[in-house]
């Protein structure tokens, strides 16, 4: 048994001789010279450099103004479309919702208790209450609000609603248009 320990360390010394650091000096001189030509693999693209620099000379500040002209209008078109439409989507703060109405005006009166500078909002949407503060443009405004109140109403959560625009005017019936029925 004795000898089977002798020759074990034996051979664990031996092979840690044969083990030797990676010095700076042995390794990378190795590579120092390598170089590989990899053009062949790599793919051929047409040189555009010239004809670039022909076309920036040939372009006249009467294009550029079209363009502006042009990108005024694609601009003037979706502002019409957006004040057209009469809901805006962003981010709200729910904070109850369930069937009990009871609970929901509790909470909405401990929400104005809690925070005064908030204004709750309920809404009865068929069979719930829904108890929601703030409407948010974004995901991440409506994250302090959630911060704040989570403290109060671990329930609480941000969700995706639409609200209706303040600037949105209904559009008035045309008198020559024709009458559906």
């Known amino acids: 048994m004795r000898k089977v320990w002798v020759l074990g360390l034996l ?3 031996g092979s840690c001789k044969l083990i030797r650091p990676a010095s700076g000096g042995d390794g990378a001189s190795a590579y120092a010279a390598y170089q590989e030509d990899l ?4 793919p051929k693209y047409p ?3 010239s004809s670039t620099e022909e076309t920036s000379t040939n372009v006249s500040s009467g294009s550029v103004q ?5 990108l005024d209008e694609v601009q003037r078109k979706l502002t ?6 009469p809901y805006l989507s962003g981010y709200t703060v729910l ?3 369930g069937i009990d109405r009871n609970q929901a005006f509790k909470t909405q009166d401990d929400l104005k208790m809690y925070f005064p500078d908030m204004t709750p909002e309920m809404q009865y949407q068929q069979p719930r209450y829904l108890v929601k503060v703030g409407k948010y443009t974004y995901k991440i405004e409506a994250q302090k609000a959630f911060s704040q109140i989570k403290g109060q109403f671990p329930t609480a959560r941000i969700i995706q609603d639409r ?3 303040k600037e949105y005017v209904q559009p008035t019936p045309d008198e020559n248009a024709p009458i559906q029925n």
């Not at 079209?66 to 042009?70: F, H, Y």
């Not at 019409?80 to 439409?85: A, H, I, T, V």
């Open 11 to 13: 051979v664990i010394l």
């Open 80 to 85: 019409e479309k957006n004040m057209s439409d």
């Open 163 to 165: 609200f209706q625009r």
């Open 47 to 49: 040189d555009f450099t």
């Open 66 to 70: 079209s363009v502006d002209g042009q």
């Open 95 to 97: 904070v109850f919702s």
């Open 39 to 42: 053009s062949g693999s790599l």
